[in-house]
């Protein structure tokens, strides 16, 4: 199975953005269209069904602030389904640089981390991240802003032990791509700003809630 780039992310950092960005960069993203606040999330939402049909934390649904203690058997089982998903799409990948990517929560690393993952991580400023959430009506800001915070953390414990690069999506909005770009480099892909300008298409805010 060619080697994925795992686009890490907490709720409302824009990563639908940073996702749609790598796929106008011609990575493949499994073109599974669903719709939140009038955009589309770029999540493969083929993976993201086997991962909840096979990935459960100790306790409660995720996401969930804690670290996976995920078995072999679990793991094995995962990368059994998701193989045999993505062989079924080798076509597509193939004529797309030969690059996939998923975009899903921090909290799935321990089951990805032994395909050996370009790992992107995504930040924004907690507060907006939280006050996004309030926004949405999907939690209360102090629980959005302690979990930001501990998915923050957990990203940089595991750049730390296994690599990878930060995208921070504030920059992104105000025109700084230069995070971005070292994100596209390090996964072997050749770099575009209309294809980044593509992306934001002219409405910068339009991910921000």
């Given amino acids: 199975m060619k080697r994925p780039i795992c686009l890490w992310m907490t709720s409302r950092s824009r990563s639908s953005l940073v996702s749609k960005i790598f796929a106008n960069h011609g990575v493949w993203w499994g073109n599974t269209y669903a719709m939140t606040k009038g955009y589309q999330m770029y999540e493969n939402q083929n993976i993201k069904r086997i991962q909840k049909e096979i990935i459960k934390p100790k306790k409660g649904i995720l996401p969930f602030c804690e670290e996976l203690e995920l078995t072999e058997e679990v793991?094995?089982?995962?990368?059994?389904?998701?193989?045999?998903?993505?062989?079924?799409?080798m076509q597509s990948i193939d004529s797309a640089r030969g690059k996939w990517s998923m975009k899903t929560g921090v909290e799935?690393?321990?089951?990805?981390?032994?395909?050996?993952?370009?790992?992107?991580?995504?930040?924004?400023?907690?507060?907006?991240?939280?006050?996004?959430?309030?926004?949405?009506?999907?939690?209360?800001?102090?629980?959005?802003?302690?979990?930001?915070?501990?998915?923050?953390?957990?990203?940089?414990?595991?750049?730390?032990?296994?690599?990878?690069?930060?995208?921070?999506?504030?920059?992104?909005?105000?025109?700084?791509?230069?995070?971005?770009?070292?994100a596209i480099a390090y996964c072997g892909i050749e770099y575009s700003k209309?294809?980044?300008?593509?992306?934001?298409?002219g409405r910068p805010n339009f991910y921000d809630n």
């Fill in 75 to 89: 793991v094995n089982k995962f990368h059994e389904s998701l193989e045999r998903y993505i062989s079924q799409q």
């Fill in 108 to 182: 799935y690393f321990n089951a990805w981390k032994d395909l050996n993952p370009y790992n992107v991580f995504i930040k924004r400023d907690p507060d907006g991240v939280a006050k996004s959430i309030v926004e949405k009506g999907i939690g209360g800001y102090q629980q959005a802003l302690a979990a930001t915070h501990w998915r923050y953390n957990y990203m940089d414990r595991i750049q730390d032990r296994y690599g990878g690069v930060f995208v921070n999506t504030d920059k992104i909005i105000n025109g700084d791509y230069t995070d971005i770009k070292q």
């Fill in 194 to 201: 209309p294809h980044v300008e593509k992306s934001i298409n």
